[in-house]
């Protein structure tokens, strides 16, 4: 059971590093649009 909380840790981890880089190109390209 420990692990599986430990797969499930990285999974929610890998998700949020994913949706951090998106987000974080997104801001560029709309600022690249403003500009």
Do not use: E
Request: net charge neutral; glycine share 0%; aromatic share 14%.
């Amino acid at each position: 059971m420990a692990s599986n909380c430990m797969d499930l840790f990285w999974i929610a981890l890998t998700l949020a590093l994913f949706a951090a880089v998106f987000a974080l190109v997104a801001f560029c390209d709309r600022l690249l649009q403003r500009s």
